[in-house]
């Protein structure tokens, strides 16, 4: 079945610098990428999605960039702020056929 | 439109009792996903329903079960409890199979 490897762990960044967050999954046949915030006390919030027919998607001040060869995909937050403060997780699955495999995520903390 | 609503949104019971969680789904979305989520294990999937029947199963033994109603709502119950039961459990909706899934806020369920 597939694996879903996410990496760092935890990430500290300064306000108004990038963060980029990078996973890698295993099964070739996954099309359907989903990245996640969860803050505390909540569930998780579906922030942005890419499929793969697609290498790159943005949205303000999000992006997920995906490379089908290598089978790894990231996401990456510019001009952080601290409300960006929170755990990502990223998943992956074949879209309508499998669950979503997720990442064991990332613990996003923003310094003002 | 209202989110994914998940009662109780805490519950303390003890080893060898069973509990049964309540999902109730994004009005219109017709299927109903469930996760475990713990610090060790990350988010695991549980079982998947689409009008009523459940199209896949997550690697839990046979005390962890659902079902999902004509309504879209869904149940789950864990049976004999255990102490590792101990987990946040997430109820998460889809309008469609190879639709995006919003998640509620979950249930914390605690096995002393």
């Known amino acids: 079945g597939e694996n879903v490897e996410q990496h760092p762990s935890t990430l500290s960044v300064q306000e108004g610098d990038s963060a980029v967050i990078k996973c890698t999954y295993s099964?070739?046949?996954?099309?359907?990428f989903p990245w996640y915030k969860q803050e505390l006390g909540k569930g998780p919030q579906l922030i942005i999605d890419i499929r793969s027919n697609v290498g790159e998607k943005k949205d303000q001040r999000i992006a997920v960039t995906l490379n089908k060869t290598a089978k790894h995909f990231s996401l990456h937050i510019t001009e952080t702020q601290p409300e960006d403060s929170a755990v990502y997780f990223c998943a992956a699955s074949i879209e309508g056929n499998t669950p979503l495999v997720f990442g064991k995520g990332t613990r996003l903390s923003v310094i003002a | 439109k209202a989110g994914v609503t998940q009662t109780p949104r805490y519950l303390i019971k003890t080893r060898g009792q069973q509990v049964t969680l309540s999902c109730s789904p994004i009005s219109g979305h017709r299927s109903v996903s469930w996760y475990q989520q713990t610090p060790g294990q990350g988010l695991q999937f549980l079982f998947e329903y689409f009008s009523e029947t459940q199209r896949n199963k997550g690697n839990f033994p046979g005390r962890f079960s659902g079902r999902q109603f004509s309504n879209s709502r869904s149940e789950m119950n864990v049976s004999t409890l255990e102490l590792g039961d101990s987990a946040l459990y997430l109820c998460?909706?889809?309008?469609?199979?190879?639709?995006?899934?919003?998640f509620g806020n979950g249930t914390r369920l605690t096995v002393t």
């Open positions: 998460a909706s889809s309008l469609e199979l190879n639709s995006p899934l919003h």
């Open positions: 099964d070739s046949a996954s099309n359907y």
